[in-house]
C-alpha cells in the first residue's frame, strides 16, 4: 500500500506563495508518476501539474510559468511551489501517485491519492 500526506497549504493574499509537500511512505517502489490536483467546490477535480520518474514536469495551461512541480527521491517527497496566486487558485490540493505510465494529468491517471490540504487566495 501507498500513503500520501499533504501539507504546507493555507491562506494568502492575491500574489503570494506557498508551497506544497506530499510525503508518501509505504510501498513507494516503482512510483513513476507523481501530480498535483486541485479540486474547488461544484467544480470537477483538476489536473495541476506532473512528473514522471526522469524528473520531466507537466503543467496545466493555468499555472504555467507560475507554479513548479518538483520532487526529492531521497526523502520521497513531492513538491508545489506556487508563486503569484490568484484568488482562482483556490481549491482543495491532492498529490497523487502511480505506477502506471505515460504520466498525465488525468484523474485516472493516478491509483493513489491523499487527503487534500486547502489553499486559500483572498483578493
Known amino acids: 500500500q501507498v500513503q500520501l500526506v499533504e501539507s504546507g497549504g493555507g491562506s494568502v493574499q492575491a500574489g503570494g506563495s506557498l508551497r506544497l509537500s506530499c510525503a508518501a511512505s509505504g510501498y513507494t517502489y516503482g512510483l513513476y508518476c507523481m501530480g498535483w490536483f486541485r479540486q474547488a467546490p461544484v467544480k470537477e477535480r483538476e489536473g495541476v501539474a506532473s512528473?514522471?520518474?526522469?524528473?520531466?514536469?507537466s503543467y496545466a495551461d493555468s499555472v504555467k510559468g507560475r507554479f513548479t512541480i518538483s520532487k526529492d527521491n531521497a526523502k520521497n517527497t513531492l513538491y508545489l511551489q506556487m508563486n503569484s496566486l490568484k484568488p482562482e487558485d483556490t481549491a482543495l490540493y491532492y498529490c497523487?501517485?502511480?505506477?502506471?505510465?505515460?504520466?498525465?494529468?488525468?484523474?485516472?491517471?493516478?491509483?493513489?491519492w491523499g487527503q487534500g490540504t486547502q489553499v486559500t487566495v483572498s483578493s
Open positions: 497523487a501517485a502511480d505506477r502506471r505510465l505515460p504520466c498525465g494529468r488525468r484523474r485516472y491517471d493516478y491509483h493513489y
Open positions: 512528473i514522471d520518474g526522469d524528473g520531466n514536469p
